[in-house]
């Protein structure tokens, strides 16, 4: 069944690498290049990629922007230039990487995708790219099992790693006849999609009606197929861990577990808001075994959500890219961006454990998330305002580095009004 994934022991991962002075000594492959990369590329993303930017650019790496969708990085001085591209969706996005690479000098960059739609072309297309650009991330043969939600929920639960309760159906008719527990919720397949339900992620149905409604309108966007349904395990952002790492042939050379306190919406996070390390060997547990069944490498995030009810981790998403909150990384002990770009270079790198209880703020966003929470006696105010003890990264704001955070005001502004309330996608 899973003959095109390559399924090393799972005990190289887990078991002879301590979480306190991880390294690698693994000589990178450089695809025919001699010479060390001259700068980074990255493609698309939002605050993942600001922190990443930010992180090499202060490191003295030049960085290179190609985006078609939030401008928000361009506006840190880090970013040594930016590029305009039809897209990553675009069947001439990856004939556009290589002819940047031969008119703007950029053979050899790392080239890093930092959104769903990026991750697909790069991995798809790695072969090709690598003749310009060193690539650290796996084949699309096997990161699809991590990437496609249906593939990664098969893997979970062949290698023992809990998943939430998740209905198959492929019609109108099936969904209709089949016995549910109420309530359950619809998100894609996959993410990166243009259309408004990719873009929502997450629908909630709490009786039937709605559930066929729901699934009936997602299913004219993205097909019957792509459309998954799940139980809705209890609980809000409180309820949600991560496992974030990075990876290098099969191992993990950095990784910690993190819990996303806040989230907005409160219920269903379109965004995190407020993130804490904590220390969660389950998570970390689990994640290894996951990525470590497709022999992985590069950055990488893995959500998990909290089954009170049962007191189990059950994993819901892999994002192989910078996440929204990649700055808590380095505010912590551990420059993932730092190491990646190490592992590019050929040099050994390794590093210590993260910091417990540093945390990540999207204040402007944290703000509605924490009134909402007070509101609905959920949160105190003595609460809310003590969870700023610990932050030490924030989505945007940066004394040295200072505009984004003041574009992102009016970008957040444009995106609410034209999303939720003129439903422009």
């Known amino acids: 069944m899973f003959a095109a994934t390559k399924r090393p022991a799972l005990s190289g991962a887990g078991q002879d690498i301590q979480r306190g002075g991880m390294q690698t000594d693994a000589p990178q492959e450089h695809l025919g290049f001699v010479e060390r990369p001259a700068g980074v590329v990255i493609l698309g993303g939002a605050h993942g990629t600001l922190a990443l930017a930010r992180n090499l650019g202060r490191a003295g790496v030049p960085v ?20 305009s591209w039809p897209g990553a969706a675009d069947s001439s996005a990856a004939a556009f990487l290589l002819k940047a690479a031969e008119e703007h000098r950029l053979r050899g960059f790392l080239l890093i ?22 690539i650290i991330l796996p084949n699309w043969d096997r990161l699809r099992w991590m990437c496609e939600k249906p593939l990664l929920y098969q893997r979970a639960a062949e290698i023992g790693v809990d998943i939430p309760p998740t209905y198959a159906f492929s019609s109108l ?19 990166g999609g243009r259309d408004q339900f990719s873009r929502a992620k997450v629908i909630r149905a709490d009786d039937r009606s709605s559930l066929l409604e729901a699934y009936r309108a997602a299913a004219d966007q993205i097909g019957f197929p792509n459309v998954v349904v799940q139980e809705l395990i209890p609980g809000g952002g409180e309820s949600q861990f991560s496992y974030a790492a990075l990876w290098h042939e099969g191992r993990p050379v950095a990784e910690f577990a993190a819990r996303r306190r806040r989230q907005f919406p409160v219920d269903f996070g379109y965004t995190s808001t407020f993130v804490q390390v904590v220390d969660e060997p389950r998570v970390i547990e689990a994640a290894r075994r996951i990525l470590a069944s497709i022999d ?26 910078p996440w929204s909150w990649f700055g808590l990384a380095a505010a912590a002990g551990l420059d993932l961006g730092g190491m990646l770009w190490t592992i590019a270079a050929g040099d050994k790198t390794g590093a210590d454990g993260a910091r417990p209880g540093v945390s990540w703020m999207y204040l402007i966003r944290d703000v509605a998330a924490g009134l909402r929470l007070i509101s609905t006696g959920r949160l105190s ?31 957040t502004a444009w995106r609410v009004l034209t999303r939720r309330f003129l439903k422009i996608q």
């Open 64 to 83: 290179w922007l190609v985006t078609n969708d939030n401008p928000l990085p361009r506006w840190s001085r880090h970013v040594h230039r930016s590029l």
């Open 113 to 134: 995708p930092a959104a769903d739609a990026e991750v697909r072309l790069v991995s798809q297309a790695r072969e090709a790219l690598s003749e310009a650009y060193r």
């Open 296 to 321: 992985y490498c590069g950055l990488v995030e893995v959500e998990f959500k909290h089954d009170k009810r049962d007191d189990r981790m059950r994993v819901l998403d892999v994002n192989p890219r």
């Open 173 to 191: 008719e099936e969904a209709s006849r089949a016995e549910i527990r109420f309530p359950v919720i619809l998100k894609p397949n996959m993410g």
């Open 381 to 411: 105010v003595r609460e809310y305002l003590g969870s700023f003890a610990g932050v030490r990264a924030w989505a945007t704001f940066s004394l040295s580095d200072p505009i984004p955070a003041m574009a992102d005001i009016p970008l």
